[in-house]
């Protein structure tokens, strides 16, 4: 029997290797006229990063792409590449992924507040508490079953729902093991802000929002404002650029642009009037120096991150 050649094998093989270069390549480019963002829920429901987004293709005349999502899972779509930049608010999720290496050249560019909101009629007689008082004051009557008491949480892993774990936890409650689960009186919903406002209102039921969702919802609310004020209601929101050396495919450069051009104080301007005419006041205030760089925001909020002219 004649002995088999390998050249044709290995000739396949060199080939088969170059397509997987290319493959590879190709995934690995970045598109320099898309710049994706994940973005938390509220921006996008409020309307405001639609308005950005229009604002950004006009003067850049890239296509912006958005997925709107939790927190949570808008970093881990970033973990994943697919996306280029988050705007998010969760301090704590968002030290994480930059201590990851995941996340480079943040800036935190506005904030505004987190609310309890619930039914006029008050069955927990939160009004007016702290927020951690205004907390157990639901957990006690909700465990007790008194009647017209529920709580409903967005249970997604949001800047949101992260930050409802945090004043349970200073009320003394253990989150998983206390309140999760803990009865009838706790409902998560798994959705977006604006999705989680709509199920409160029909159960009649107490929910943390965040200011600006709630405005926009207001006029298909009949829930009210209970507890507004409070170190823990405090909501900042950050730009973040995903890192590439960490994820292929992301469009650095436009990230890095569009992190310069919000926290220039001409866009900020039309973030800090945005809402003004509607509701009369802005749902979100734009973030300074000095202000941004101390507590309780402890942030930067100025200085480009751009690498191009």
Known sequence: MKPRSWMPLLGIMVVLLAACAVTISAQEAANPDVLRIATTTSLYDT??????????????????????????????????????????????????????????????????????????????????????????????????????????????????????????????????????????????????????????????????????????FESHLSLVELVTEGDQLLNRYSAIAVNPEKASGVNIDEANRFIDWIISNETKKFIGEYGVAEFGQPLFIPLYEPECTGPPFNCTCTGNVSVTA
């Open 47 to 216: 309307g405001l990063l639609n308005e950005l987004e229009d604002m950004y293709e006009n003067i850049s005349g890239v296509d912006v792409q958005i997925i709107a999502q939790g927190t949570g899972q808008a970093l881990d779509t970033a973990r994943r590449g697919d996306v280029d930049l988050v705007t998010v608010h969760s301090p704590g999720l968002e030290d994480e992924f930059i201590a990851e290496g995941y996340g480079i050249n943040q800036r935190c560019f506005a904030y505004n507040n987190f609310l309890i909101v619930g039914p006029a009629s008050d069955p927990a007689g939160i009004a007016n508490k702290t927020p951690v008082e205004a907390f157990e004051a639901i957990y006690v009557a909700g465990t007790n079953n008194t009647p017209g008491v529920a709580f409903i949480s967005r249970g997604d892993n949001s800047g949101t729902h992260n930050r409802e774990q945090q004043i349970w936890k200073a009320a003394g409650h253990n989150y998983t093991e206390d309140i999760q689960d803990s009865g009838p009186w706790y409902l998560e919903t798994g959705s977006g802000m604006g999705d989680t406002l709509t199920v409160a209102n029909q159960k009649n039921a107490y929910t943390l929002t965040d200011i600006g969702t709630y405005l926009a």
